[in-house]
């Protein structure tokens, strides 16, 4: 089985890349993230030609998740049980395998823009509540896959100037130890599970040539719960859409279990 993640930056603007990615790679699930649009303008027809069901929690220009899946998904929920939020950034489902199931959690993490700012502190409180309510999650759903754009780089080695950006967004200790919090309750970061070449990230700016000089991050995760862990196969990540024309700045994240 394979489950990968994709921050699209605008499906409306990546459709025909998400499709063509998903024709040379046919994962089992795709989650994506940044739909940037509404319910009502979700492509489902054209993504069901691709033969992908969609659950998907939109949001006008702004965030937006969905979760494609060769089955239909069930027992899909939105948003972070217990945490009022206007913005839509997670949605889970459980999608079943011939022999097992697996319970998906997506999620666009909140950006955070700098520590210090009102829309940091959202992000210290979206993750504390992330944090709880995956911990009574985990105790119904033992098989968890947890992934997504997570806006944080956990290690030094997932950034390209770790001592430039220190305590910089997506690099502030208080970050990093809500990463570990999110390992503390048992999942594991399976892209870690192996050996991975040096400076390997997901995410480019799109100005100074970040993409062509390799300055980018890694940002965009897959945790896995620990019933999981014997199953997983390889987790990597898949920079030819990045090359593309007019790319999302993020590169799909694909795990295998098997």
Same mark, same amino acid.
């Given at each position: ?97 011939? !022999?097992?199931?697996? *319970?998906? #959690?997506?999620?666009?993490?909140? +950006? ?5 700012? &009102?829309? /940091? ?17 985990? !105790?119904?759903?033992? *098989?968890? #896959?947890?992934?997504?754009?997570? +806006? ?5 080695? &997932?950034? /390209? ?98």
């Amino acid at each position: 089985m394979k489950i990968a993640t994709w921050n699209v930056n605008s499906l409306t603007a990546r459709l025909q890349h998400v499709l063509d990615w998903l024709a040379a790679n046919p994962v089992d699930v795709l989650c994506l993230q940044e739909l940037k649009l509404s319910d009502d303008k979700f492509p489902l027809m054209e993504l069901k030609a691709a033969g992908y069901e969609a659950a998907v929690f939109g949001q006008k220009t702004y965030n937006g998740v969905a979760i494609l899946s060769r089955v239909p998904a069930r027992d899909v929920m939105r948003n972070i049980g217990g945490f009022t939020d206007e913005h839509s950034r997670v949605i889970s489902a459980t999608v079943d395998t011939p !022999t097992e199931s697996v *319970r998906v #959690v997506n999620g666009y993490f909140v +950006n955070g823009q700098a520590p210090g700012t &009102d829309k /940091f502190a959202y992000k210290m409180r979206w993750l504390d509540a992330l944090r709880d309510w995956l911990r009574t999650e985990l !105790t119904t759903h033992s *098989r968890l #896959v947890l992934l997504g754009d997570f +806006n944080i780089a956990p290690e030094d080695r &997932d950034s /390209f100037d770790p001592e430039g950006l220190r305590e910089t967004i997506h690099h502030t200790t208080e970050e990093r130890q809500h990463f570990k919090a999110l390992l503390d309750l048992g999942l594991v970061d399976s892209f870690r599970l192996f050996e991975q070449p040096e400076k390997s990230y997901s995410w480019w700016d799109y100005r100074m040539l970040g993409y062509q000089k390799n300055r980018g991050l890694r940002i965009d995760h897959i945790l896995v719960s620990q019933a999981l862990v014997p199953e997983v196969k390889g987790c990597v990540i898949d920079r030819v859409p990045r090359k593309w024309a007019k790319p999302s700045d993020h590169a799909p994240v694909i795990l295998e279990l098997g």
